[in-house]
């Protein structure tokens, strides 16, 4: 198969415990791990190359997923994709929230426990060390606190019990 063609089938591998809101849209490639969640309106667009999903994590409403050839988007264990995030063609490693809004671009890699602020830019190719915060546009590297790194595994706790909650509703 030619890199530039789309995929014209769908190959999902979601695990059993996940959660997926029914007006998700889902297309090509894509693996999510136990445990995790994507939330109404996200769109995941796996038709160039595969989107990976570790478990305990959460996409949550208004999320786009996306790469380019030799772009994957992959995603850890124990992340947060806030509202109306981007994540197109980058690697999130594991316990990793991305603020509501941002965007991070092909290439860049964020390194574990860090932190991306809301509408923050993470530019392509940028490699974010582990335990940073990300703020501003286009994105600057400073180290988290040890408040801020306490935090960062909270909202995926939070999202694991919460698509429990949906899961029962919604049958």
Known sequence: MNEQQPVLHDEFDIHPTAYIFPNT??????????????????????????????????????CIIHGDPGFPAIIGDWVTLGHGAIVHGAEIEDEVLIGIGAVVLNGARIGRGSMIGARALVTEGMEVPPG???????????PLSPEQAARIRTPAEHYVARKELYRRRMT
């Open 25 to 62: 849209f889902l297309a090509g490639t894509i693996t999510i791990g136990a445990e995790s969640s994507v939330w109404p309106m996200s769109v995941l667009r796996a038709d160039t190359v595969p989107i990976t999903i570790g478990a305990y994590s959460n996409v949550q409403d208004g």
């Open 132 to 142: 940073s915060l990300v703020l501003g546009i286009p994105g600057r590297i400073r």
